[in-house]
Nanobody, 120 residues
Framework: QVQLVESGGGLVQPGGSLRLSCAAS????????IGWYRQAPGKQRELVAG???????NYADSVKGRFTISRDNAKNTVYLQMNSLKPEDTAVYYC??????????????WGQGTQVTVSS
């Protein structure tokens, strides 16, 4: 089982930037497609970015051009660089496997997430 720890969130003004990190322990992480998800109050969790083991990336339309996902397989870590942040980006951000690639596999246990608040 992979354990996930997200970090890097905080309070930022609109237009600002943050870099989130997702550190994983356990085997298999570096061979797995990973997604960054977010959940805003009263809303369902949504996938905002994904990256394959080989580094191919994809993004939700709402963050395309502003967010960049990357990974360092040697460090078992995936990052989310968030630029030009908007108030609607406010949410708790989580990482987990990208189930679009693994329909028969359950999510790993969710980490605690990291809070991102965009407000002036």
């Amino acid at each position: 089982q992979v354990q996930l720890v997200e970090s890097g969130g905080g309070l930022v003004q609109p237009g600002g930037s943050l870099r989130l990190s997702c550190a994983a322990s356990g085997s298999g992480f570096r061979f797995t497609a990973i997604g960054w998800y977010r959940q805003a109050p009263g809303k369902q969790r949504e996938l905002v970015a994904g990256i394959t083991p080989g580094g191919f990336t994809n993004y939700a339309d709402s963050v395309k051009g502003r967010f960049t996902i990357s990974r360092d397989n040697a460090k078992n870590t995936v990052y989310l660089q968030m630029n030009s942040l908007k108030p609607e980006d406010t949410a708790v951000y989580y990482c987990n496997l990208d189930r679009r690639h693994y329909s028969s596999i359950s999510y790993w246990d969710w980490g605690q997430g990291t809070q991102v608040t965009v407000s002036s």
